[in-house]
């Protein structure tokens, strides 16, 4: 059984920053493709930025690229996503998520595994 567990969201002015952790209970962790997706209230799941098995690619929506950079620590089945230059758009709950193969998706369908979330939110 996967377990996926987000932390490190709260409420921080437009222009900060924060760190989101997820930290997985999966055995071949380095094997899988993980991602983060968030949802705004009223709005659809949304693709943010995504991550190979090894590290080494990593891939971005438009809205996020330059100001968010994702990685993982294999070592620790941990995923991070650094959040900087915030802004009012970016308040959604933040989810991370497993996809059962090496390479990442920007399609939340494809990701197997889900984490319950973690609030953002970006005051003005």
């Known amino acids: 059984q996967v377990q996926l567990v987000e932390s490190g969201g709260g409420l921080v002015q437009a222009g900060g920053s924060l760190r989101l952790s997820c930290a997985a209970s999966?055995?071949?962790?380095?094997?899988?493709?993980m991602a983060w997706f968030r949802q705004a209230l009223g709005k659809d799941r949304e693709f943010v930025a995504a991550i190979t098995w090894n590290g080494g690619t990593a891939a971005y929506a438009d809205s996020v690229k330059g100001r968010f950079t994702i990685s993982r620590d294999n070592a620790k089945n941990t995923l991070y996503l650094q959040m900087n230059t915030l802004r009012p758009e970016d308040t959604a709950v933040y989810y991370c998520?497993?996809?059962?193969?090496?390479?990442?998706?920007?399609?939340?369908?494809?990701?197997?595994?889900w984490g319950q979330g973690t609030q953002v939110t970006v005051s003005s």
């Open positions: 998520a497993v996809r059962r193969n090496f390479w990442p998706s920007q399609l939340h369908t494809d990701y197997a595994y």
């Open positions: 999966v055995r071949t962790f380095s094997n899988y493709a």
